[in-house]
């Protein structure tokens, strides 16, 4: 399943969400399955791709994930300086998980608890 297009702003700064995709994943057969929905996102004519991952029907977190996650930080820092120095606040990582993390909840919420055997009651 994927959306195409959303627009959204991170501390002021417009990106789009172009691509969204998810799914289970295993380390290995024994290895507890992980929901895992990646974002594609476009900012300044550059794509971005970042995955959030969780363990399946367990109270945990969302973790965070992605080659493109820190030089995508950096692109969402509106302080110049920290820019300069290819660094980026809490406050831009705050700012990116307040936008995507509720995304990646629903998704989740809406996919996981509606399993295959539910179909068949």
């Known amino acids: 399943m994927t959306q195409h297009g959303k627009a959204i702003s991170i501390q002021g700064v417009n990106a789009i969400i172009r691509d969204m995709d998810y799914g289970e994943s295993r380390e290995d057969t024994n290895a507890v399955p992980h929901f895992n929905i990646r974002f594609d996102l476009e900012l300044n004519e550059k ?32 302080d110049q ?10 406050l831009t990582e705050q700012a990116l998980h307040a ?21 068949e009651e």
């Open 81 to 90: 300086a920290l820019t300069a120095k290819n660094q980026y606040s809490a």
């Open 99 to 119: 936008e995507l993390l509720p995304i990646a909840e629903s998704v989740y919420e809406d996919i996981e608890y509606h399993s295959p055997d539910q179909d």
């Open 47 to 78: 794509l971005y791709s970042i995955t959030y991952s969780r363990p399946v029907q367990a109270d945990d977190h969302f973790a965070v994930s992605g080659d493109d996650y820190e030089p995508l930080l950096q692109a969402l820092e509106p």
